[in-house]
Nanobody
Framework: QVQLVESGGGVVQTGGSLRLTCTVS????????MGWYRQAPGKSRVLVAG???????TYADSVKGRFTISRDNAKNTVYLQMNNLKPEDTSVYYC????????????????WGQGTQVTVSK
């Protein structure tokens, strides 16, 4: 099992910055990719940024050039640096990890954190 705890959310004005932190524990050596998702009220949860075990990153078009995902394997931590925040970035942000549960059959599972609220005021 993999456990995730997010922190760093809060209220910020338009144009401001926040850094989210996801602290990982458990079977950290089995983790493949990690990502940050967000979910606004009444909407589906969507991928914001992802990072593979090899460091390859991917971003939603809406955050490219403003958000940066990074991971510190020594600290078992994943970050999401968010700059030039906009009101439409207001959401609950969730950390996600995909990890191996059976390498022989390539079976994987996912863990989610509890979420952290980000509110961007106009």
């Amino acid at each position: 099992q993999v456990q995730l705890v997010e922190s760093g959310g809060g209220v910020v004005q338009t144009g401001g910055s926040l850094r989210l932190t996801c602290t990982v524990s458990g079977r950290t050596s089995s983790i493949n990719a990690m990502g940050w998702y967000r979910q606004a009220p009444g909407k589906s949860r969507v991928l914001v940024a992802g990072i593979s075990s090899g460091g390859h990153t991917t971003y939603a078009d809406s955050v490219k050039g403003r958000f940066t995902i990074s991971r510190d394997n020594a600290k078992n931590t994943v970050y999401l640096q968010m700059n030039n925040l906009k009101p439409e970035d207001t959401s609950v942000y969730y950390c996600n990890a995909e990890y191996d549960i059976d390498v022989a059959t390539s079976k994987v599972s996912r863990s989610w954190g509890q979420g952290t609220q980000v509110t961007v005021s106009k």
